[in-house]
């Protein structure tokens, strides 16, 4: 089965600094990529997705994700978060021919005045 | 409108109970999908219907019966569950390769 990892379970970081969450995927011939983030009690926000084209790909917020063919990596980074990215953010996938998406195991961002 | 509604937010519902979890988009797509998802875990896909068809069931107990009465609908009735079936429940729509979620519904089986 196609797989989506993400290896940092929580990061802390405190406000204003730069953050990178961490999403790996297991290669396939042709994969979309997106992220997404979850406020507490709230179902899911697209931040951003990867279809083709321009391997770095701008969201809303302020993210962007860099996607890394050779690396099979779709990371997330901010370059200065605030304390209201305070979340968990899910990296997931969804595999050409089944219109379902496949979840990594979130990371719990925890932005710290 | 862009969003996609589920009622209701909570429930709770006893082992015996027959009880029904509702969704409507009104932005014309064509996919419709249920996901569970337990706490402090990521959704896990249950249903996905397209062009109101049921096209994936990941082998989910059939005390779970999913049903799309039109393009803007999607339900889902629940019968006899159990204790761990106490999850919050999601739906999204899509139309291409963007998933638009709800809110979900909270339910407890007691």
């Known amino acids: 089965a196609q797989s989506v990892t993400q290896l940092d379970s929580q990061v802390p970081v405190f406000e204003e600094a730069p953050v990178e969450l961490r999403c790996n995927y297991s290669?396939?011939?042709?994969?979309?990529l997106f992220w997404y983030v979850q406020y507490p009690n709230q179902g899911l926000q697209l931040l951003l997705k990867?279809?083709?084209?321009?391997?770095l790909v701008k969201g809303i917020n302020g993210f962007e994700a860099e996607f890394n063919k050779s690396q099979t990596s779709f990371h997330l980074r901010k370059p200065s978060v605030h304390i209201s990215d305070t979340a968990e953010y899910f990296c997931a996938r969804e595999d050409t021919g089944r219109r379902a998406l496949t979840f990594g195991s979130g990371t719990r961002l925890q932005v710290q005045p | 409108d862009t969003e996609v509604t589920q009622t209701p937010k909570h429930l709770v519902m006893g082992m015996t109970n027959k009880k029904s979890l509702k969704c409507e988009q009104h932005m014309g797509h064509r996919a419709m999908y249920w996901y569970k998802q337990k706490a402090k875990k990521p959704p896990e896909l249950m249903f996905v219907y397209s062009y109101e068809k049921l096209s994936i069931n990941e082998s989910v107990p059939s005390r779970f019966s999913p049903e799309c009465p039109n393009s803007s609908l999607l339900n889902l009735h629940l019968h006899a569950l159990q204790p761990e079936d106490s999850a919050l429940y999601l739906c999204?729509?899509?139309?291409?390769?963007?998933?638009?979620f709800g809110p979900g519904t909270r339910l407890t089986v007691l």
């Open positions: 290669s396939s011939v042709s994969v979309y």
């Open positions: 999204a729509s899509s139309q291409e390769s963007e998933q638009f």
């Open positions: 990867y279809l083709s084209g321009s391997t």
